[in-house]
């Protein structure tokens, strides 16, 4: 069984009871925000290795490293092979700042895009526009209602109903 299906497994088993899988996130996210501080210290440096080598260099196990590697791989500029990945696959952590700011927005991770290393990859104002522009994209925005007697959206000036709105 490939590394993410047995991470998937033991992530979002319906059998656990929920006092389990809520230590579990726990401790992942921790480790999580863990790795990800260390990554932001040196944002342009690609961070390259075996699953295991990666788990070990982080401190964490081979599925904590696994789960990272799924939540990760949506911001990296060279995917990994996440879905065939084993203990030996050479993985990379190069990821897109201004992505990886987003997708963590996206995931409502605050204590992700909340660290302070992001303090040193982008000022506030990037950081806050970077925030608005994930926000915006996932905003449905409807268009106006147009009633038989506004002025017609075509511009001729006659009311909707003598115009376009003619059926």
Same mark, same amino acid.
Not at 51 to 77: H, P, R
Not at 86 to 113: H, I, P, Q, R, S
């Given at each position: 069984?490939?590394?993410?299906?047995?991470?998937?497994?033991?992530?979002?088993?319906?059998?656990?009871?929920?006092?389990?899988?809520?230590?579990?996130?726990?401790?992942?996210?921790?480790?999580?925000?863990?790795?990800?501080?260390?990554?932001?210290?040196?944002?342009? +440096? %690609?961070?390259? /290795?075996?699953? !295991?080598? $990666?788990?070990? =260099?982080?401190? *964490?196990?081979?599925?904590?490293?696994?789960?990272?590697?799924?939540?990760?791989?949506?911001?990296?500029?060279?995917?990994?092979?996440?879905?065939?990945?084993?203990?030996?696959? +050479? %993985?990379?952590? /190069?990821?897109? !700042?201004? $992505?990886?700011? =987003?997708?963590? *927005?996206?995931?409502?991770?605050?204590?992700?895009?909340?660290?302070?290393?992001?303090?040193?990859?982008?000022?506030?104002?990037?950081?806050?526009?970077?925030?608005?522009?994930?926000?915006?994209?996932?905003?449905?925005? !409807?268009?106006?209602?147009?009633?038989?007697?506004?002025?017609?959206?075509?511009?001729?000036?006659?009311?909707?109903?003598?115009?376009?709105?003619?059926?």
């Amino acid at each position: 069984m490939a590394l993410l299906e047995q991470w998937r497994a033991a992530a979002y088993n319906e059998q656990t009871d929920r006092n389990t899988l809520q230590q579990f996130w726990a401790a992942y996210f921790q480790k999580e925000k863990d790795i990800y501080a260390q990554l932001l210290k040196n944002p342009d +440096e %690609v961070v390259r /290795g075996t699953v !295991k080598d $990666l788990a070990e =260099k982080y401190g *964490v196990s081979v599925m904590t490293m696994t789960g990272f590697l799924d939540g990760i791989n949506d911001s990296l500029i060279e995917a990994n092979p996440i879905e065939e990945m084993e203990e030996d696959t +050479e %993985v990379n952590l /190069g990821f897109d !700042k201004a $992505l990886l700011y =987003k997708n963590m *927005v996206a995931a409502e991770a605050d204590w992700l895009y909340g660290l302070e290393e992001w303090e040193a990859i982008f000022d506030a104002d990037t950081r806050k526009t970077l925030y608005k522009e994930q926000k915006s994209s996932t905003t449905i925005v !409807k268009e106006q209602k147009v009633y038989p007697n506004d002025p017609c959206p075509c511009g001729s000036g006659k009311k909707y109903k003598k115009c376009c709105g003619r059926k």
